[in-house]
């Protein structure tokens, strides 16, 4: 675990992120918007909701206060910061829903819920939703239909993957526009502070290859402390 030792404890927006070296070892990472700095970092196997939890203990009892944190979308993360103004990230949500759709939908359904999926970052909440709600008017029938498997008693969602889509952002949707009720904070709409910091870092480390693990973290922890 590593805190910046030349950073005054201060009220921040915060981005936190892991991102991994292969399957079982990553580094957590909390980082300032406000300063655009690193401040907590840590060692983890896995991402676990309780990890981000831990982070904010340590920096909370250090003397930070976070006005707001912004969020890739994972699930149960959004709790960790609950009592804050939470913003999740377009890019992210965005990817979420192509990962359903794909970029090029068959059907009509699909079609129209990316088309409104792309207007996320040009509308207000009231637009979004506006929009989202008439898609789901139209297509409610559609995406309820269901697949029996013959022979059993067992079926599915025949459009399982437009369904996904379209709950992925209902359930996101109070997160998807804090940015705009905050007009002081300045909040981002995108964690690409964090992403585009991580990309330089392992494009650093993979210069050291061959590193034992506790040389590798002493890179990483160079690297993090610096920016």
Not at 27 to 49: A, D, H, M, Q, Y
Not at 130 to 143: A, N, V
Not at 156 to 178: C, D, G, V, W
Request: charged share 25%; with cysteine; net charge positive.
């Amino acid at each position: 675990m590593s805190v910046p030792d030349d950073l005054i404890p201060q009220p921040t927006i915060i981005v936190p992120d892991t991102t991994f070296w292969g399957r079982s070892y990553g580094v957590c990472v909390f980082r300032s918007w406000s300063l655009k700095r690193n401040i907590w970092w840590n060692e983890v196997s896995g991402e676990k909701v309780a990890h981000y939890r831990y982070g904010r203990k340590i920096l909370e009892e250090r003397g930070w206060t976070f006005q707001a944190v912004v969020v890739d979308g994972r699930r149960g993360l959004a709790t960790v910061f609950q009592d804050i103004p939470t913003q999740i990230c377009h890019f992210h949500q965005m990817k979420t829903v192509t990962k359903y759709l794909t970029r090029r939908p068959e059907t009509p359904a699909g079609q129209e819920l990316r088309s409104i999926m792309l207007t996320l970052t040009k509308s207000s909440e009231r637009e979004f939703a506006g929009l989202l709600s008439s898609w789901h008017k139209q297509w409610r029938d559609f995406i309820s239909e269901k697949t029996e498997v013959l022979g059993t008693k067992h079926w599915y969602y025949t459009h399982k993957k437009i369904r996904s889509a379209y709950k992925s952002l209902e359930t996101n949707l109070p997160f998807l526009f804090t940015y705009q009720k905050y007009p002081k904070l300045n909040i981002p709409n995108t964690t690409n502070t964090i992403d585009g910091y991580f990309a330089s870092v392992k494009k650093k480390v993979a210069a050291h290859h061959g590193l034992r693990k506790d040389r590798r973290y002493r890179v990483i922890s160079e690297l993090l402390k610096g920016g």
